[in-house]
Antibody, heavy 119, light 107 residues
């Protein structure tokens, strides 16, 4: 069965960086890309970006461009999202989601990783 | 579509049919997907490609998409269907994925 298991909660100071991981199992890793979606407290879902596990191509939300980097490690089936220069506005639950590439939907989600930015 | 508009809330009595809309300019020409999110949980895909159901999603969930409105319908609503529902598209104009603001379904 498909499983996406994310790393644990993080507390960071403003200006710091955070790197969240998402380990996939139960399917061929390179058959699907990954998206990252975040949800600020009490708010809706916001797409952060996407990475191809096949060739490493990325596509980032414009408002986060320059601060976010997504990578994958096909030897361990792990996807990573790094966000730099954190502010309190980045406080959110970050989800990884397996992305179906034909019709562009998210069919499996990780459990979420809470990132709190606080001085 | 560059903006997806959902009503903030919908209320329905148990056993009735709930309809949640997702509005966007010519959204009928795009593929719309729907997610259910219960408090403290990750979203779950309930409808993909406008009207297809993933395995394990009850037949009570259905979707349609035409013109400027996509609709998620939940028939014979149960207390367990209470959640926030989000629509989502791939926005060709921006090359990005886009979510609606979410609709809280109260049963």
């Amino acid at each position: 069965q498909v499983q996406l298991v994310q790393s644990g909660a993080e507390v960071k100071k403003p200006g710091a960086s955070v790197k969240v991981s998402c380990k996939a199992s139960g399917y061929i890793f390179t058959d699907y890309g990954f998206s990252w979606v975040r949800q600020a407290p009490g708010q809706g879902l916001e797409w952060v970006g996407w990475i191809s596990t096949y060739n490493g191509n990325t596509n980032y939300a414009q408002r986060l461009q320059g601060r976010v980097t997504m990578t994958t490690d096909t030897s361990t089936n792990i996807a990573y999202m790094e966000l730099r220069s954190l502010t309190s506005d980045d406080t959110a639950v970050y989800y990884c989601a397996r992305t179906e590439w034909v019709h562009n939907y998210f069919d499996y989600w990780g459990q979420g990783s809470l990132v709190t930015v606080s001085s | 579509s560059s903006v997806l508009t959902q009503p903030p809330s919908v209320s329905v009595a148990p056993g009735k049919t709930a309809r949640i809309t997702c509005g966007g300019n010519n959204i009928g020409s795009e593929n719309v997907h729907w997610y259910q999110q219960k408090p403290g949980q990750a979203p779950v895909l309930v409808i993909y490609y406008n009207s297809d159901r993933p395995s394990g999603i009850p037949e009570r969930f259905s979707g349609s998409n035409s013109g400027n409105t996509a609709t998620l319908a939940i028939s014979r609503v149960e207390a367990g269907d209470e959640a926030v529902y989000y629509c989502q598209v791939w926005d060709n104009s921006s090359g990005h994925w886009l979510f609606g603001g979410g609709t809280k379904l109260t049963v």
